[in-house]
T-cell receptor, first 115, second 112 residues
Framework: NAGVMQNPRHLVRRRGQEARLRCSPMKGHSHVYWYRQLPEEGLKFMVYLQKENIIDESGMPKERFSAEFPKEGPSILRIQQVVRGDSAAYFC?????????????FGPGTRLLVL | QKEVEQDPGPLSVPEGAIVSLNCTYSNSAFQYFMWYRQYSRKGPELLMYTYSSGNKEDGRFTAQVDKSSKYISLFIRDSQPSDSATYLCAMHTQGGSEKLVFGKGTKLTVNP
């Protein structure tokens, strides 16, 4: 049973480019969460999605960041016009239909470096 | 004041020592308390999960929650070099959003 998959694992972008991070949840999981981990910081919640719906985006920066979880395919976190401050590890977690925060399983993360 | 405070360490102990890791929090609405272990360049892995106050034991790990003091602890007995990792506490309120609020993490090294 494959765990949460994220790709790419490492992504290098120049300032002003776009970054697309993908997350495939565990089989049978329909809830996806994105977190960002800045250097020397803990994980910060960004957004919570269910299939085709954004449930909570209270942690998402207002500009340049967007997320989706389409009916088919992985969840995408998109960062437009990246800046150096966007350099961080981005983690995706998934959980099954039933509520339970203890059931959030994390992926290996995508490490974004903005030059 | 941050919602969750955790001493980043680093903490270095000899093999076999008892390790105590702690977090304090300010939001009295937190009801669920988790400890995650994160190895270098990996994703967090859930170690322990506790609802409300009390103790929970799982093998060499014991999690304690003291809601009156807004203080949680993770104890590791007979620590092993393989326990060397960053330990993150995380919390969640009952109802509402599913988001977890994390501490900064404590980096632990267990020396053989």
């Amino acid at each position: 049973n494959a765990g949460v998959m994220q790709n790419p694992r490492h992504l290098v972008r120049r300032r002003g480019q776009e970054a697309r991070l993908r997350c495939s949840p565990m089989k049978g999981h329909s809830h996806v969460y994105w977190y960002r981990q800045l250097p020397e910081e803990g994980l910060k919640f960004m957004v919570y999605l269910q299939k085709e719906n954004i449930i909570d985006e209270s942690g998402m920066p207002k500009e340049r960041f967007s997320a989706e979880f389409p009916k088919e395919g992985p969840s995408i976190l998109r960062i437009q016009q990246v800046v150096r401050g966007d350099s961080a590890a981005y983690f995706c977690a998934s959980s099954p239909e039933s509520r339970g925060v203890e059931t959030q399983y994390f992926g290996p993360g995508t490490r974004l470096l903005v030059l | 004041q941050k919602e969750v405070e955790q001493d980043p360490g680093p903490l270095s102990v000899p093999e076999g020592a008892i390790v105590s890791l702690n977090c304090t929090y300010s939001n009295s609405a937190f009801q669920y308390f988790m400890w995650y272990r994160q190895y270098s360049r990996k994703g967090p892995e859930l170690l322990m999960y506790t609802y409300s106050s009390g103790n929970k034991e799982d093998g060499r790990f014991t999690a304690q929650v003291d809601k009156s003091s807004k203080y949680i602890s993770l104890f590791i007995r007979d620590s092993q070099p393989s326990d060397s990792a960053t330990y993150l506490c995380a919390m969640h309120t009952q109802g509402g959003s599913e988001k977890l609020v994390f501490g900064k993490g404590t980096k632990l090294t267990v020396n053989p």
